[in-house]
């Protein structure tokens, strides 16, 4: 398997656009996870998805963040608008079971200038 | 406030010594997670302890879940270059919830040849 895919693994863009970040899990696995990773904050937990359904979304700062699971394969994290303080990175997760080992993708690192 | 609360923050070693890391809470777990975090890379399961007081070794790596469940440690025996890297404890809340894990903000590990 080839492991968690997320992309682009880095986005550079502009205060106010909007970023889609894309994530394909390990297939089988019914658990799906979106972290943000800084070095204040460490890693936050910002949602996450069972069976494709939204769980607990109570770590998304606000109203400007969004997350899908449209199918058991896709997920995506989109900022609209994006703020300088948005930059960090984002981390996708999956796993079997939300007990179970979370294996995470190579992230990707946004910068909102 | 930070629920799992990791020290050191950071530690720079020389190859060769021991050393022990930290993940302490006041809430109890129902399981403990370990990762390892290398540059450029999302974090990487270690060990899972789920009953307190529970110890689990691998390699040169030991692993303790405190007898409350509300604490962790992490010891490193004779310490190689390639241990380096951000070490990140987890855990997952009690009471038979679904919960995402939460994760301390990680100790950063530098140890030098």
């Known amino acids: 398997d080839a492991g968690v895919i997320q992309s682009p693994r880095h986005e550079v863009t502009e205060m106010g656009q909007e970023v889609t970040l894309r994530c394909k899990p390990i297939?089988?696995?019914?658990?799906l996870f979106w972290y943000r990773q800084t070095m204040m904050r460490g890693l936050e937990l910002l949602i996450y998805?069972?069976?494709?359904?939204?769980?607990?979304d109570s770590g998304m700062p606000e109203d400007r963040f969004s997350a899908k699971m449209p199918n058991a394969s896709f997920s995506t994290l989109k900022i609209q608008p994006s703020e300088p303080r948005d930059s960090a990175v984002y981390f996708c997760?999956?796993?079997?079971?939300?007990?179970?080992?979370?294996?995470f993708g190579p992230g990707t690192r946004l910068t909102v200038l | 406030t930070q629920l799992l609360e990791q020290s050191p923050q950071f530690l720079s070693i020389q190859e060769g010594e021991n050393l022990t890391v930290y993940c302490n809470s006041s809430?109890?777990?129902?399981?403990l997670q370990w990762y390892r975090q290398e540059p450029g890379e999302g974090p990487v399961l270690l060990v899972t302890?789920?009953?307190?007081?529970e110890v689990k070794k691998l390699k040169r790596l030991t692993f303790q879940f405190g007898d409350a469940r509300k604490d962790s440690s992490l010891h490193i025996t004779a310490a190689q270059p390639g241990d380096t890297g951000l070490y990140l404890c987890?855990?997952?809340?009690?009471?038979?919830?679904?919960?995402?894990?939460?994760f301390g903000k990680g100790t950063h590990l530098i140890i030098q040849p």
């Open positions: 809430s109890v777990f129902s399981s």
């Open positions: 997760a999956s796993s079997l079971g939300t007990f179970n080992e979370q294996f």
């Open positions: 987890a855990g997952l809340l009690g009471g038979g919830g679904a919960d995402g894990l939460t």
């Open positions: 998805f069972n069976n494709n359904v939204p769980i607990d």
């Open positions: 302890v789920v009953t307190g007081g």
């Open positions: 297939s089988g696995h019914d658990y």
